[in-house]
């Protein structure tokens, strides 16, 4: 019988156990030490820039000895519109319409007060009855005024500081009347 086939290499040599996984291992865990002491220096080295740039941009206004004025254009312009308001003819304020437009806006704003302290009273019927007599001066006043806020407009123009106040004077009374009708009904 043929005898077995004798393996000729060598037998390796062996330290005992192999310490490459523990030496992995220090070796992530020193890195992840690294980075960490690395990124938490740069976090405090960018706040205490932010807190640097906050102080210095409180501290100077470059512009503080500049006083304020409208640029020469614009000066003329307002200059200009105020000519042509002197110019306006009398009556824009003294039109009847408006007086009494005025008269019914301030009841308005009585009722709608004392719809505000009914509210809070929490008395509901005066509260319907103050925010229903409100609304109807409100829509009245802005029912007087409609045609006549118009005519000033095509009249005047929409840059006459008259006109303007009386536009804006009947878009206060218009919010009025919306916040009334969407808080008040009950």
Do not use: C
């Amino acid at each position: 019988m043929p005898e077995p086939p004798i393996d000729r290499r060598p037998p390796r040599k062996t330290m005992g156990t192999d310490l490459t996984p523990l030496y992995m291992f220090v070796v992530l865990i020193g890195g992840g030490i690294a980075a960490a002491g690395w990124l938490f220096g740069r976090k405090q080295e960018l706040k205490a820039t932010e807190t640097r740039v906050a102080a210095e941009a409180e501290e100077v206004d470059p512009f503080a000895h500049i006083p304020d004025e409208l640029p020469p254009r614009l000066r003329r312009a307002a200059d200009e519109r105020a000519r042509v308001s002197r110019n306006q003819p009398a009556g824009i304020e003294a039109e009847p319409a408006w007086i009494e437009a005025q008269e019914l806006a301030d009841k308005g704003w009585t009722y709608a007060a004392e719809a505000e302290a009914a509210e809070a009273e929490g008395r509901t019927r005066t509260l319907g009855e103050q925010s229903a007599a409100a609304r109807a001066a409100f829509a009245r006043a802005l029912e007087i005024t409609a045609e006549w806020e118009l005519v000033l407009i095509e009249k005047h123009g929409e840059r006459d500081p008259l006109v303007r106040r009386v536009v804006r004077t009947r878009a206060e009374w218009a919010d009025a009347l919306r916040s009334l009708s969407e808080t008040k009904d009950r």
